[in-house]
């Protein structure tokens, strides 16, 4: 089984900056995309960027010109750089990966194969 861990998180003030970094414990090629989800305190987890292997990526529209996610296959290691972060980014961020294309832009929870335990991000205004 894959092992994905999470780290860069933190308390940033409105308008910084935060690199994530996701590690997988091994590579896979069946890996068809890896992807970031977030959930905010008392709302659904939801879909924030995906990276295809091929290197096409998607953004969710409340992210779009502001993250930019990156996956450096040799080294397992997928990136999410997060700038211009606003008190609404705030959350539980989560790496995941999958091998099955999907519909739409963003990966639904169900094609997801392995999660990370999440790394927490707080934006203070």
């Known amino acids: 089984q894959v092992q994905l861990v999470e780290s860069g998180g933190g308390v940033v003030q409105a308008g910084g900056s935060l690199r994530l970094s996701c590690i997988a414990s091994?590579?896979?090629?069946?890996?068809?995309?890896m992807a970031w989800f977030r959930q905010a305190p008392g709302k659904k987890r939801e879909g924030v960027a995906v990276?295809?292997?091929?290197?096409?990526?998607f953004y969710a529209d409340s992210v779009k010109g502001r993250f930019s996610i990156s996956w450096e296959k040799g080294k397992n290691t997928m990136f999410l750089q997060m700038n211009s972060l606003k008190p609404e980014d705030t959350g539980m961020y989560y790496c995941?990966?999958?091998?099955?294309?999907?519909?739409?832009?963003?990966?639904?929870?169900?094609?997801?194969?392995?999660w990370g335990e999440g790394t927490q991000v707080t934006v203070s205004s």
């Open positions: 990276v295809f292997s091929g290197g096409s990526t």
């Open positions: 091994r590579y896979s090629t069946e890996r068809l995309w």
């Open positions: 995941a990966d999958g091998r099955e294309y999907y519909l739409g832009l963003l990966p639904p929870e169900r094609d997801v194969e392995n």
